[in-house]
Nanobody
């Protein structure tokens, strides 16, 4: 079983940047990884993904502003978030997936406000 711990959330003004990270308790090299976010009262939504081979994908609302990356040697995934908007305020969760397992982190709060 893999445990995931997110970090790097916080408060930022609109237009600002944050980098969130996800550190796993074990090797992630065989896992597809990703970030979801959730606003209270709404469903959790996909933000970005990165496959084991490094192929990345983004939802339209973050394309060109967010960059997902992974450092398998450190069992860590990152997401650089630029040009943040108030609508980006949410709890951000990381996920690790194989064909037989799905693991979630506990989330990190990101608040975008002036």
């Amino acid at each position: 079983q893999v445990q995931l711990v997110e970090s790097g959330g916080g408060w930022v003004q609109p237009g600002g940047s944050l980098r969130v990270s996800c550190t796993a308790s074990g090797t992630i090299s065989n896992y597809g990884m990703g970030w979801y976010r959730q606003v209270p009262g709404k469903q959790r939504e996909l933000v970005a993904t990165i496959a084991a081979d490094g192929t990345s994908g983004y939802e339209d609302f973050v394309k060109g502003r967010f960059t997902i990356s992974r450092e398998d040697a450190k069992n860590t995934m990152h997401m650089q978030m630029n040009s943040l908007e108030p609508e980006g305020t949410a709890i951000y969760f990381c996920i690790a997936v194989t064909w037989k397992s799905i693991y979630w982190g506990q989330g990190t709060q990101v608040t975008v406000s002036s």
